[in-house]
């Protein structure tokens, strides 16, 4: 039967569109019928809970209208579509981004104060979805709200984590993880029991030959799992489009239990398919930027891009274009290599259920595919072995084989005197066992591949992508500097900043639309008003932050103090071990100072946040370190206020916007050359905060923009570092002399016992410092000490602020996107006043 209504009836549809509040009354209103229905509550029990979920379902009713009519316009227009498959999203909280994108934040603020609600504590209710792990998951967040905002016919494609990242808790001193349950209540996803997909794992393939000779393989057998979509609307800035990112939910393909197994006693494996099923997509995976092979992680990945591909295809077919029409209709961004199997699931789909020739549905497939690659780290470049591939997804290894026997192929005609390259570039690797190396799968599958960074992208093409791009040519390979969303980064992170910048560069929702407007602040720098104003914000951002530091932690810090944060994932690379041992080093000379000459030392703030991978045994004793320095320094009353070191616990999303408001400089100091990025170096500077760093990642291209004044590099270059670790290993690996003072305090037990620090101390002296702690620890020292100087003069310091926030322009991921849009997915943006017809009754 067709679900649309027929034409007589429509006008009583028409006639009775919802519309969502308008205004402040409506408003209320709203939100005390959702309390009474709804909820079935009423203002006899409405705590705070209640109020941010009648708030946000009124909310959700005013996006979900502008999204069914941004989804008809989009199928109205049949213009092309972008898709963004990521494993990961680190979305954070929505209703506090919903209410300024659409622009009711005030009349929200006012109806829920009339109602007898703070909005502030209301926002607070919400549990972050936190369904990435780092930069990765928040970068595909950030591009989704730029994606809107611009007006791109775009989907997200992801899964739906019933367990998020864990939950960390430090208890003495120590990491521990909690699950992240997060869907007690989620008002943020619409259920689309009738969106489902059966995925097939396992099985065999059989192979046909018809009459005309032609053999068609058929994968048959195996277990069958269900994919549920949950939609989830992604409301765009000052613009009434709102875009759809889609999750999966796994599920029992019958839905049920085998009642038959039940009622003859077998109780647990009449529920074990099912929750089998459920397993999939119950938990996402805690490592970032490691690769781990996990058959259930292989899963996971085939699950969500078959479900997604079925998805984009079914919408493709329903415009019956011809099939080499495909790439002008659909552009598939690979976010990493995690979704690279869709590029094998397509390519089967064409051959095997559409019967396609290989060539022509090769070339559809190449058209259609671009890959971004997120790491140059070996130990995080994914590889699949081939016997997990063969008994999973069997069909698809025959096809992983054709594609490598057609790209050898045509490698060996165009380098034939180049035997070695083959095995080099093959995406089978020959090794015991044979693996799929799933970068060059990516890559060959693809028209274009992109770095994240100017120096990341340099180095792709001349490392690990090199031969590739002698095969492939220059242009195949490119680079987009990554950004981030100034909405969430500063106008909702940072209302105070935002407003002030507003007085000067105008209207919001024009300079959060076109950042680089933000120039307009430097012909303020030196008005006296300005100035103290942008000062007055930063000691209130430096407030907030000192509250929620003894809330949470009982520590008090004063917010005069210079407020150094170093907050992201814990990693080797990213080398928090170089900051604490930096703090131990302050602490051990503010001990050998006279009282008078301390009383005279800037006072610091050492700020700590993230998390370690449950399986990463040097990141976690990292975090012991930091705990432990903390508690002897912070109770140590000979320092008092000038220093204090502060761990935060459970670093997220809706912490950062409490933190990186609140920095003075931030630390940005991986070993150059493996920080691909970075995305919290442009959010910290952003928020009017300095930094301390390496010549790494985006830090590069900061340093070009804001100016090497307004920066504190420091570190030897990536191009030195090959050969800093051979001398460290084979030649003589001399420690740096404030280092070994600073290891043997700790091998002294002044911070507890020093076996509990002994493979952080040896990774430095005994095994090659791989990642140049001793080498960088001189000139990072020297750097602080420049830090201090700097800070102390505050004039100076401001006029560095002022300048760098004025010059981040460049760093909005709207620029990012424009960038994908016109150099990789060649789509536009459809721009929601054109009516095209909606309406209409076409
Ligand atoms: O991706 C960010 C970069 C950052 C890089 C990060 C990343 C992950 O979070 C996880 C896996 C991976 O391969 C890379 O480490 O430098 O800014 C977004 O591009």
């Known amino acids: 039967v067709e679900a649309s209504i027929p034409e007589p009836q429509r006008e009583?549809?028409?006639?009775?569109?919802?519309s969502g509040f308008k205004g402040k009354d409506q408003f209320e209103k709203e939100v005390v019928r959702h309390v009474e229905t709804t909820l079935a509550r009423s203002m006899f029990n409405c705590d705070e809970t209640a109020a941010y979920a009648a708030t946000s379902l009124a909310f959700r009713d005013r996006l979900v209208i502008e999204w069914n009519r941004t989804q008809q316009r989009q199928t109205f227009a049949d213009s092309k579509r972008v898709y963004y498959l990521s494993l990961e999203f680190l979305m954070g909280r929505a209703l506090d981004n919903a209410m300024l994108n659409i622009g009711e934040k005030e009349v929200a603020k006012s109806g829920l104060s009339e109602l007898g609600f703070r909005v502030e504590d209301i926002i607070q209710q919400e549990h972050d979805a936190a369904l990435g792990n780092g930069g990765l998951g928040r970068l595909a967040a950030c591009f989704l709200d730029s994606l809107a905002s611009l007006n791109f016919p775009a989907w997200g494609y992801g899964l739906r984590y019933r367990y998020g990242i864990f939950k960390q808790e430090i208890i003495d001193g120590y990491q521990v993880e909690v699950p992240d349950y997060w869907l007690d209540f989620n008002p943020w996803e619409f259920p689309r029991h009738d969106v489902t997909v059966d995925i097939q794992f396992y099985g065999n393939v059989n192979k046909t030959t018809d009459d005309s000779g032609k053999v068609t393989a058929h994968w048959e057998g195996g277990e069958t799992v269900r994919a549920v979509a949950y939609d989830v609307p992604i409301p765009g800035y000052a613009t009434p489009s709102t875009n759809n990112l889609r999750l999966w939910s796994s599920q029992a393909a019958s839905g049920e239990f085998d009642f038959q197994k039940f009622n003859s006693g077998d109780y647990e494996s009449s529920v074990g398919d099912q929750q089998r099923a459920e397993t999939i997509s119950a938990v996402l995976y805690p490592n970032d930027n490691l690769d781990r092979g996990k058959e259930l992680r292989l899963k996971q990945q085939y699950f969500w891009v078959a479900a997604s591909l079925y998805d984009i295809v079914r919408r493709f077919k329903k415009s019956k274009r011809p099939w080499r029409e495909f790439p002008d209709q659909v552009a598939i961004q690979l976010n990493d290599t995690h979704p690279t199997l869709a590029i094998v699931e397509l390519q089967r789909i064409l051959i095997d259920l559409e019967g396609l020739d290989w060539d022509d549905a090769w070339n559809i497939v190449q058209q259609t595919f671009s890959y971004t690659n997120h790491t140059v780290l070996p130990e995080a470049l994914e590889k699949w072995s081939v016997g997990l591939v063969q008994h999973l997804l069997p069909r698809h290894l025959q096809i992983i084989y054709d594609i490598n026997l057609?790209?050898?192929?045509?490698?060996?005609?165009?380098?034939?005197?180049?035997?070695?390259?083959l095995s080099r570039v093959s995406i089978i690797e020959e090794s015991q066992?044979?693996?799929?190396?799933?970068?060059?799968?990516?890559i060959v599958g693809s028209h274009k591949v992109n770095g994240v960074a100017e120096l990341h992208s340099d180095l792709i093409r001349t490392t690990i992508f090199k031969d590739f791009v002698t095969i492939f040519g220059p242009d195949k390979f490119v680079n987009v500097t990554n950004g981030i969303t100034p909405r969430r980064w500063l106008h909702q992170a940072n209302p105070g900043l935002s407003s002030l910048i507003a007085s000067k560069a105008g209207d919001p929702e024009h300079y959060l639309k076109d950042l680089t407007l933000l120039n307009k602040i430097e012909l303020s720098v030196n008005d006296p008003a300005f100035r103290k104003a942008w000062a007055e914000v930063k000691l209130a951002n430096k407030q907030r932050l000192a509250d929620y530091i003894k809330s949470t932690t009982g520590i008090v810090v004063s917010p005069k103090a210079l407020f150094d944060v170093q907050v992201k994932r814990i990693h080797e690379y990213k080398r928090q071990q170089m900051n604490i041992f930096g703090v131990i080093f302050r602490y051990l000379k503010l001990k050998s100072m006279?009282?008078?000459?301390?009383?005279?030392v800037l006072p610091r703030v050492s700020i700590f946040g993230g998390k370690a991978a449950p399986g990463y045994w040097m990141a976690k004793q990292i975090i012991h370190l930091i705990n432990s320095v903390g508690s002897v320094v912070n109770n140590d009353p000979d320092i008092g206020d000038a220093l204090k070191v502060i761990f935060l616990e459970d670093y997220n999303v809706s912490k950062a916007e409490i933190i990186i408001p609140a920095s003075d400089i931030s630390e940005h100091i991986s070993t150059a050359g493996t920080e691909a990025s970075g995305t919290s170096n442009m959010k910290f500077v952003l928020n009017g905060g300095l930094i301390i760093g390496t010549c790494d990642g985006a830090n590069i291209e900061i340093t070009r923009e804001i100016g090497e004044e307004n920066i504190f590099l420091f570190g030897n270059l990536a191009e030195d570092v090959d050969d800093l670790r051979h001398k460290n290993t084979y030649g003589d690996h001399k420690i740096d002399p404030s280092l070994d003072?600073?290891?043997?305090?700790?091998?002294?037990g002044t911070f507890g016992n020093a076996q509990d620090f002994q493979g952080m101390v040896s990774a430095v002296r005994e095994h090659g410092d791989f990642y140049l702690v001793s080498d960088d620890f001189h000139s990072y020292l020297e750097t602080q000490e420049l830090v201090d100087k700097s800070y102390a003069d505050q004039e100076l310091w401001i006029t560095k602020c002022i300048t760098s926030v004025a010059r981040m322009g460049f760093f909005s991921s709207d620029r990012c996107i424009n960038e994908y849009a016109e150099e990789i997915w060649n789509v536009e943006p459809l721009q929601p006043d054109t009516n095209n017809g909606v309406g209409k009754g076409e």
Request: aromatic letters at 12%; glycine letters at 0%; hydrophobic letters at 45%.
């Open 433 to 442: 066992p044979k693996m799929v190396r799933m970068a060059y799968l990516a």
């Open 594 to 600: 006279s009282p008078e000459e301390r009383k005279k």
């Open 406 to 421: 057609f790209f050898l192929q045509m490698v060996e005609r165009n380098f034939p005197k180049d035997r070695e390259m």
């Open 741 to 748: 003072k600073v290891f043997n305090v700790i091998q002294s």
């Open 12 to 18: 009583a549809w028409l006639k009775n569109q919802a």
